[in-house]
């Protein structure tokens, strides 16, 4: 068994998630969130912010560490555990462009229950759950923040 580490982020802007269709040579292969392998020297945070821009082209900043998912799959040789740490982000603007050598045929901002049915993964959806919340927390504070500053004397 061959143990594996990727980091990836789940990005948000003006609510709605950055997701990732992958079609390998014709084939249906789902949607998923930006992800890639720790390359040496990099922290997890830097592989993060590399993978998001380089399969999607976004520009994004972590606003936290959310949690990891794990899992096991068969890989060319052996089984493979891999464990991947997100990070939730926030994006600048919409621009987003499918990276196409790593057979992404298209990206795009999704609203949260559509993301969560467009993911293929159930692990995916959970992390994206747990973001979407963080999101939604730090939104009802800048709003409480806003209103306690404009009422109070």
Sequence with gaps: MIDAVSCGGVVIFRGKVLLLYKNQNGRYMGWVMPKGTVEPGETFKE????????????????????????????????????????????????????????????????????AYYLLKFHDEKQIMHRAYMEYLDMKNKETSTRYFKRNVY
């Design 47 to 114: 592989t993060a912010l590399r993978e998001v821009k380089e399969e999607t082209n976004a520009d994004a900043r972590i606003i936290k560490y959310i949690g990891k998912t794990q899992y096991t799959f068969r890989g060319a040789e052996d089984i493979i555990n891999k464990t991947v740490h997100w990070y939730f982000m926030t994006a600048f603007s919409y621009h987003c462009k499918p990276q196409a050598e790593e057979f992404f045929a298209d990206a795009g901002y999704y609203k949260q229950h559509e």
